[in-house]
């Protein structure tokens, strides 16, 4: 079975600064997507980034990227200037890849980072 | 494009009664998920709906059901409420599993069952 964890229950950033959220996942699967979701006080979940496992080249969009390490099974989320609407619970999530499961459509959260970016 | 919408926003419940919230994804989308939100327990994959067929299922009591109707919407059933089944539900839908796998998530519905 995979897991995902979140080890950094609640975090702190000052505005404009550079905040990296962790997360590790167990899983026996060679091809599956990593998630990472936004959830704010609204409670909207919003995709923030996605990796697909055989890519190596880390993902990025705009002010978020990440470090994708596939042997050490971690996957982190890098915020470069932080702003006050970034403040919110963030969600890391796996999924097999659709191709080479039949269990598709499932993503396994961990258990979130709740952060607060100050002013 | 309208996103995913969940209705009710907000529901109260008694113990023992049964509910059914409601889930409409975005326009042709035709994969639709379901998760449980509890502060103990995090996200909980409840079961995902394609093409009006449940392709995948979480661990849950049979208490819990789905279906999905011809025009995507999907419906979820709660029956014999417990006091723990108190949770935020999200609805997420998607296109397909192949080419898309990005899941948009609607904006949930807060049950509380007292």
């Known amino acids: 079975a995979q897991t995902v964890t979140q080890s950094q229950p609640e975090m702190s950033v000052q505005e404009a600064e550079t905040v990296t959220l962790s997360c590790t996942y167990d899983?026996?699967?060679?091809?599956?997507?990593l998630f990472w979701y936004k959830q704010p006080p609204s409670r909207q979940m919003i995709l923030v980034i996605r990796?697909?496992?055989?890519?190596?080249q880390n993902a990025t969009e705009n002010r978020f990227s990440v470090n994708f390490q596939k042997a050490a099974k971690s996957f982190s989320l890098k915020i470069s200037d932080s702003q006050l609407g970034d403040t919110a619970m963030y969600f890391c999530?796996?999924?097999?890849?659709?191709?080479?499961?039949?269990?598709?459509?499932?993503?396994?959260f961990g258990q979130g980072t709740t952060l607060q970016v100050k002013p | 494009k309208a996103g995913v919408t969940q209705t009710p926003r907000y529901l109260i419940k008694t113990r023992g009664q049964q509910v059914t919230l409601s889930c409409s994804p975005i326009?042709?989308?035709?994969?639709v998920s379901w998760y449980q939100q509890t502060p103990g327990q995090g996200l909980q994959f409840l079961f995902e709906?394609?093409?009006?067929?449940?392709?995948n299922k979480g661990n849950f009591p049979g208490r819990f059901s789905g279906r999905q109707f011809s025009n995507s919407r999907s419906e979820m059933n709660v029956s014999t409420l417990e006091l723990g089944d108190s949770a935020l539900y999200l609805c997420?839908?998607?296109?397909?599993?192949?080419?898309?796998?990005?899941?948009?998530f609607g904006q949930g519905t807060r049950l509380t069952v007292v």
């Open positions: 997420a839908s998607s296109w397909d599993r192949g080419l898309n796998t990005e899941a948009f």
């Open positions: 709906y394609f093409s009006e067929t449940q392709r």
């Open positions: 899983t026996s699967e060679n091809n599956y997507y």
């Open positions: 999530a796996f999924m097999k890849h659709w191709a080479y499961s039949s269990n598709t459509g499932k993503l396994i």
């Open positions: 990796q697909e496992a055989y890519k190596q």
């Open positions: 326009s042709g989308h035709r994969s």
